[in-house]
């Protein structure tokens, strides 16, 4: 069987998307061969804190965040169509908030991460609801605010 363009039509393959609500779908699992390395990057992912030294350790949680910050920007950006330029401000709420709860509560990362997540999201609502009727320029203006009043607040922190 061929399409219009004389090309061989194969609707069971995994590759070829026939729709657009399949080629909409965002799997991380949609072909065999994502599958098979989605397994192998989560055992690496896994294992790689107790095989590689310590400074491979810091470089890789610098990357993970860094991605954590793209991802979150790519979802305000792509998704909604926003412009965002307070994310470092947001992110930097949660850095601070891991920091002063570790150094000065002692408290274990598995409490310290949500509050940190849970911060930086309260935050994000403070300035998002001011901001639902604001378009373009003067949302990206808002946002911006809020990430120099993040950034005034951590930096009189004592």
Not at 91 to 102: Q, R
């Amino acid at each position: 069987m061929f399409n219009k363009q004389g090309y061989k039509k194969y609707p069971d393959s995994p590759y070829m998307k026939t729709s657009y609500a399949k080629d909409m779908v965002i799997s991380a699992f949609d072909t065999p061969f994502r599958k098979k390395w989605m397994i192998v990057g989560l055992a690496l992912w896994g294992v790689a804190p107790f095989l590689l030294p310590p400074y491979f350790v810091h470089i890789g949680n610098l990357i993970a965040i860094a991605c954590m910050g793209a991802m979150a920007l790519n979802l305000v950006t792509g998704t909604a169509g926003l412009l965002s330029l307070g994310q470092g401000g947001f992110m930097a709420a949660g850095a601070f908030t891991v920091g002063i709860l570790d150094a000065r509560f002692g408290m274990p990362i598995w409490i310290t991460i949500p509050v940190a997540a849970l911060v930086g999201g309260v935050l994000g609502l403070v300035a998002g609801l001011p901001s639902l009727r604001l378009k373009g320029i003067y949302l990206a203006i808002s946002t911006m605010a809020m990430h120099y009043i993040i950034i005034y607040l951590a930096s009189e922190y004592q």
